[in-house]
């Protein structure tokens, strides 16, 4: 069964830093991409960041996250995370977590079978 949980969320000033993590269960090891969605407050969920785990770990960023946020992963603990730095109060909202086996465009949220219950963020200017 697939299960995927985030943590790590929380409140924090701009200029802040937190780092999301992602718990995955055994799908992790098959999975092709793993993807950080967001949804604020009043607005459709968007891509942040994803990893390819084949194609030598093929990163992707939101033109938002470009600069300020990583992905990266741990295999050794099935672990995925999220390091948000020089946070912004645009930032905020729910952090999920997703995962394909398929190959599609990363930000592609239709494109994700197995989700997160999300993790909060909130960004006080």
């Known amino acids: 069964q697939v299960q995927l949980v985030e943590s790590g969320g929380g409140s924090v000033q701009a200029g802040g830093s937190l780092r999301l993590s992602c718990a995955a269960s055994?799908?992790?090891?098959?999975?092709?991409?793993m993807g950080w969605f967001r949804q604020a407050p009043g607005k459709e969920r968007e891509g942040v960041a994803a990893?390819?785990?084949?194609?030598?770990?093929?990163?992707y960023y939101a033109d938002s996250a470009k600069g300020r946020f990583t992905i990266s992963q741990d295999n050794t603990k099935n672990m995925m995370y999220l390091q948000m730095n020089r946070l912004k109060p645009e930032d905020t909202g729910m952090y999920y977590c997703?995962?394909?086996?398929?190959?599609?465009?990363?930000?592609?949220?239709?494109?994700?079978?197995?989700w997160g219950q999300g993790t909060q963020v909130t960004v006080s200017s």
């Open positions: 990893i390819l785990r084949y194609a030598g770990l093929t990163t």
């Open positions: 997703a995962a394909d086996r398929r190959v599609a465009l990363w930000s592609d949220e239709g494109s994700y079978n197995y």
């Open positions: 055994r799908f992790y090891y098959t999975s092709y991409r």
